[in-house]
Protein backbone atom coordinates (compact mmCIF):
# COMPACT_ATOMS: atom_id res chain seq x y z
CA UNK A 1 0.00 0.00 0.00
CA UNK A 2 1.46 3.40 -0.78
CA UNK A 3 2.20 5.66 2.21
CA UNK A 4 -1.00 7.43 3.58
CA UNK A 5 0.88 10.28 4.98
CA UNK A 6 -0.98 14.00 4.54
CA UNK A 7 -4.41 12.14 4.26
CA UNK A 8 -6.90 12.37 6.63
CA UNK A 9 -8.82 9.68 8.60
CA UNK A 10 -12.64 9.75 9.03
CA UNK A 11 -13.72 7.63 11.19
CA UNK A 12 -16.95 5.52 9.67
CA UNK A 13 -19.89 4.34 11.34
CA UNK A 14 -18.26 1.01 11.62
CA UNK A 15 -15.51 1.83 14.20
CA UNK A 16 -15.97 0.07 16.98
CA UNK A 17 -13.21 1.96 19.40
CA UNK A 18 -14.78 4.31 21.07
CA UNK A 19 -11.16 6.44 21.49
CA UNK A 20 -11.87 7.31 17.66
CA UNK A 21 -15.80 7.44 17.41
CA UNK A 22 -16.71 9.88 14.99
CA UNK A 23 -12.21 10.99 14.93
CA UNK A 24 -10.72 13.37 12.09
CA UNK A 25 -7.17 11.85 12.22
CA UNK A 26 -4.15 13.55 9.72
CA UNK A 27 -1.87 10.63 9.30
CA UNK A 28 1.72 12.42 9.99
CA UNK A 29 3.84 8.95 9.53
CA UNK A 30 2.45 6.02 7.31
CA UNK A 31 5.11 3.12 6.25
CA UNK A 32 6.00 -0.79 6.32
CA UNK A 33 6.50 -0.76 10.60
CA UNK A 34 3.54 0.69 10.87
CA UNK A 35 1.42 4.68 11.26
CA UNK A 36 0.81 7.63 13.77
CA UNK A 37 -1.52 10.30 12.88
CA UNK A 38 -3.35 13.44 15.31
CA UNK A 39 -7.00 13.83 16.31
CA UNK A 40 -7.61 17.17 14.42
CA UNK A 41 -11.41 17.21 16.35
CA UNK A 42 -10.57 16.62 19.81
CA UNK A 43 -9.68 19.98 21.64
CA UNK A 44 -9.37 20.04 25.18
CA UNK A 45 -10.71 22.53 27.87
CA UNK A 46 -7.17 23.63 28.86
CA UNK A 47 -5.49 25.99 27.09
CA UNK A 48 -1.92 25.63 25.57
CA UNK A 49 -1.23 28.60 27.95
CA UNK A 50 -2.31 26.98 30.83
CA UNK A 51 -0.07 24.21 29.83
CA UNK A 52 2.32 26.06 29.25
CA UNK A 53 2.30 27.64 32.53
CA UNK A 54 4.04 24.96 34.67
CA UNK A 55 7.30 25.09 32.33
CA UNK A 56 9.87 28.15 33.60
CA UNK A 57 11.56 29.61 30.11
CA UNK A 58 8.99 28.47 27.87
CA UNK A 59 7.55 31.21 26.27
CA UNK A 60 4.15 30.79 24.95
CA UNK A 61 2.78 33.66 22.43
CA UNK A 62 -0.27 30.84 20.82
CA UNK A 63 -3.81 31.63 21.88
CA UNK A 64 -6.10 28.00 21.54
CA UNK A 65 -6.55 24.64 23.14
CA UNK A 66 -4.56 21.97 23.51
CA UNK A 67 -5.76 19.30 21.50
CA UNK A 68 -5.67 15.73 22.40
CA UNK A 69 -3.87 13.82 19.99
CA UNK A 70 -5.09 10.13 20.59
CA UNK A 71 -5.25 7.67 23.46
CA UNK A 72 -1.27 7.21 23.30
CA UNK A 73 1.15 9.35 25.34
CA UNK A 74 4.00 10.89 23.59
CA UNK A 75 5.79 14.40 23.80
CA UNK A 76 3.60 17.83 23.19
CA UNK A 77 3.45 18.05 19.01
CA UNK A 78 3.00 20.50 17.10
CA UNK A 79 1.89 20.80 13.12
CA UNK A 80 3.10 24.26 11.90
CA UNK A 81 3.96 26.04 8.72
CA UNK A 82 7.61 26.15 9.51
CA UNK A 83 9.12 24.63 7.01
CA UNK A 84 12.24 26.05 7.48
CA UNK A 85 12.40 24.87 11.44
CA UNK A 86 10.23 22.14 11.10
CA UNK A 87 11.05 18.67 12.56
CA UNK A 88 8.91 16.67 9.42
CA UNK A 89 7.18 17.63 6.70
CA UNK A 90 3.81 15.88 6.78
CA UNK A 91 2.30 17.56 3.16
CA UNK A 92 2.37 20.87 1.09
CA UNK A 93 2.88 23.81 4.19
CA UNK A 94 2.70 21.68 6.94
CA UNK A 95 5.30 20.44 9.48
CA UNK A 96 5.00 18.06 12.38
CA UNK A 97 7.68 18.94 15.41
CA UNK A 98 7.88 16.89 18.40
CA UNK A 99 11.63 17.60 19.45
CA UNK A 100 11.74 20.58 21.97
CA UNK A 101 14.23 22.42 19.61
CA UNK A 102 11.55 22.44 16.84
CA UNK A 103 8.71 22.97 18.75
CA UNK A 104 9.78 25.86 20.86
CA UNK A 105 9.92 28.21 18.22
CA UNK A 106 6.39 27.32 17.01
CA UNK A 107 4.85 27.81 20.60
CA UNK A 108 6.60 31.20 20.58
CA UNK A 109 4.26 31.82 17.67
CA UNK A 110 6.42 32.65 14.77
CA UNK A 111 5.71 30.05 12.53
CA UNK A 112 2.40 31.43 12.15
CA UNK A 113 -0.61 29.08 12.74
CA UNK A 114 0.02 26.14 14.45
CA UNK A 115 -2.26 23.31 16.18
CA UNK A 116 -0.63 21.42 19.83
CA UNK A 117 -1.03 17.77 20.59
CA UNK A 118 -0.98 15.91 23.94
CA UNK A 119 -0.97 11.81 22.71
CA UNK A 120 -1.16 10.42 19.25
CA UNK A 121 -2.84 7.38 17.99
CA UNK A 122 -0.60 4.85 16.66
CA UNK A 123 -0.36 1.58 14.77
CA UNK A 124 2.12 -1.30 14.47
CA UNK A 125 2.84 -3.12 11.40
CA UNK A 126 0.29 -3.78 9.01
CA UNK A 127 -2.39 -2.82 12.02
CA UNK A 128 -4.15 0.49 10.10
CA UNK A 129 -4.35 -1.63 6.75
CA UNK A 130 -6.48 -4.39 8.44
CA UNK A 131 -8.60 -1.50 9.57
CA UNK A 132 -9.12 0.18 6.39
CA UNK A 133 -10.00 -3.62 4.80
CA UNK A 134 -12.68 -3.66 7.88
CA UNK A 135 -14.03 0.22 7.01
CA UNK A 136 -13.31 1.15 10.03
CA UNK A 137 -11.55 4.40 8.22
CA UNK A 138 -12.37 6.63 5.18
CA UNK A 139 -9.56 8.13 3.48
CA UNK A 140 -9.76 11.68 2.00
CA UNK A 141 -7.25 14.73 1.12
CA UNK A 142 -6.93 17.73 2.85
CA UNK A 143 -4.86 20.54 2.59
CA UNK A 144 -2.97 22.60 5.23
CA UNK A 145 -5.35 25.14 5.74
CA UNK A 146 -7.80 22.44 6.87
CA UNK A 147 -5.36 21.30 9.00
CA UNK A 148 -4.03 24.04 10.78
CA UNK A 149 -7.48 25.29 11.17
CA UNK A 150 -9.34 21.60 12.34
CA UNK A 151 -13.40 22.64 13.47
CA UNK A 152 -14.60 20.80 16.97
CA UNK A 153 -15.88 17.34 17.67
CA UNK A 154 -18.77 15.02 15.48
CA UNK A 155 -19.45 18.74 14.17
CA UNK A 156 -16.99 18.82 11.69
CA UNK A 157 -16.21 14.99 11.40
CA UNK A 158 -20.38 15.01 10.48
CA UNK A 159 -19.24 18.37 7.94
CA UNK A 160 -16.46 16.21 6.48
CA UNK A 161 -18.35 12.72 5.83
CA UNK A 162 -21.22 15.05 4.29
CA UNK A 163 -18.75 16.39 1.62
CA UNK A 164 -18.02 12.59 0.87
CA UNK A 165 -19.38 11.99 -2.88
CA UNK A 166 -22.60 9.38 -2.60
CA UNK A 167 -20.45 6.61 -4.73
CA UNK A 168 -17.85 6.44 -2.71
CA UNK A 169 -19.51 5.88 0.88
CA UNK A 170 -21.93 3.45 -1.21
CA UNK A 171 -18.52 1.78 -1.87
CA UNK A 172 -17.18 1.89 1.61
CA UNK A 173 -20.07 1.33 4.19
CA UNK A 174 -22.60 -1.17 4.53
CA UNK A 175 -26.13 0.36 4.04
CA UNK A 176 -27.72 -1.56 6.72
CA UNK A 177 -24.86 0.42 9.03
CA UNK A 178 -25.58 3.67 8.04
CA UNK A 179 -28.69 5.56 8.27
CA UNK A 180 -30.23 7.88 5.60
CA UNK A 181 -29.13 10.70 7.25
CA UNK A 182 -25.88 10.62 9.33
CA UNK A 183 -26.64 12.92 11.65
CA UNK A 184 -28.91 9.99 13.14
CA UNK A 185 -26.51 7.98 13.79
Not at 5 to 10: D, N, P, S, V, W
Not at 29 to 49: F, I, K, Y
Not at 121 to 133: D, I, K
Request: include cysteine; hydrophobic fraction near 40%; charge should be negative.
Amino acid sequence: MDSLRGKLLLASPAMGDPNFERAVILLVQHGDEGALGLVLNRPTDTSLAEAMASLPGVECGIDGPLHRGGPCDGPLMALHRDTVGGEERVMDGVCWSTQREYVEPVLAGAAGPAVFFAGYAGWGAGQLEGELQADAWVVTDTDGDTVLTPGEGEGWWLGLIRRQRRDTLGQRFDPKIVPPDPSMN
